[in-house]
């Protein structure tokens, strides 16, 4: 099962940030947050990774907890094409399980005009 | 830079058939795993391939088998087809295996839709 907890469903208007949030209340401390997203009829896409110090790369941020118990991710400047499914996975970085990513249900995100 | 590659996009089955679906990982990755993804549902893990074997695998009957290529290509294989069977294939490729390069991120081909009547 999924390590993680996430709202079904969102919905953002265009132009502003989009904050998605995620519990990972077990989290372990080898393993590290991922986000992926999965627009419409597309595979998965890596978005960006952290283990305990915020993160920013060219597509989002992602703050994590001081506790490491839950993270949001940010897309600070939400378009209509953000619109997809957003996954938060835990796992760790290398070893056994590089090859099995373990995805929930996710966040539906709704960009609307 | 040709990403992942799958075929066909789109398939029909009766059940008790087999099927064979293909994926070319991404230029310079060397590994392939295999995912299922059933509507509303997140994709779950099924194997993944590296150095022409089975390295990792999920809940999954031996229904399902894989095949990797010299040339990192990879088949998924599903025997007896149930219609619970029917649902969103999907490869992604990485490099090193198992064991590869940290924070190696899987890159997702668009999947093969499979539908089981």
């Known amino acids: 099962d999924a390590k993680t907890t996430q709202p079904p469903s969102m919905d953002c208007a265009e132009g502003r940030a989009a904050n998605l949030p995620c519990n990972h209340s077990?989290?372990?401390?080898?393993?590290?947050v991922y986000w992926y997203r999965q627009i419409h009829s597309q595979g998965p896409q890596y978005i960006i990774h952290?283990?305990?110090n915020n993160e920013t790369n060219e597509m989002a941020s992602l703050i994590i907890t001081e506790d490491r118990k839950s993270s949001t991710l940010i897309l600070p400047h939400a378009t209509l094409r953000d619109t997809a499914v957003y996954y938060c996975?835990?796992?760790?970085?290398?070893?056994?399980?590089?090859?099995?990513?373990?995805f929930g249900k996710g966040t539906k995100l709704s960009v609307k005009p | 830079d040709a990403g992942v590659t799958q075929s066909p996009t789109h398939l029909i089955k009766t059940r008790g058939q087999q099927v064979t679906l293909r994926c070319s990982p991404k230029?310079?990755?060397?590994?392939v795993s295999w995912y299922q993804q059933a509507l509303g549902q997140g994709p779950q893990f099924i194997f993944q391939y590296y150095e022409e074997e089975e390295r990792q695998r999920g809940n999954f009957p031996d229904r399902f088998s894989g095949h990797q290529f010299p040339n990192y290509s990879s088949e998924l294989n599903v025997n007896a087809l149930l219609l619970g069977d029917s649902a969103l294939y999907l490869c992604?490729?990485?490099?090193?295996?198992?064991?590869?390069?940290?924070?190696?991120?899987?890159?997702f081909g668009p999947g093969t839709r499979l539908t089981v009547l």
């Open positions: 077990t989290i372990s401390g080898n393993e590290y």
């Open positions: 996975i835990v796992r760790v970085a290398h070893g056994g399980s590089q090859g099995n990513l373990i």
């Open positions: 230029s310079g990755h060397d590994t």
């Open positions: 952290g283990l305990k």
């Open positions: 992604a490729s990485s490099l090193g295996g198992p064991s590869g390069m940290r924070h190696n991120e899987q890159f």
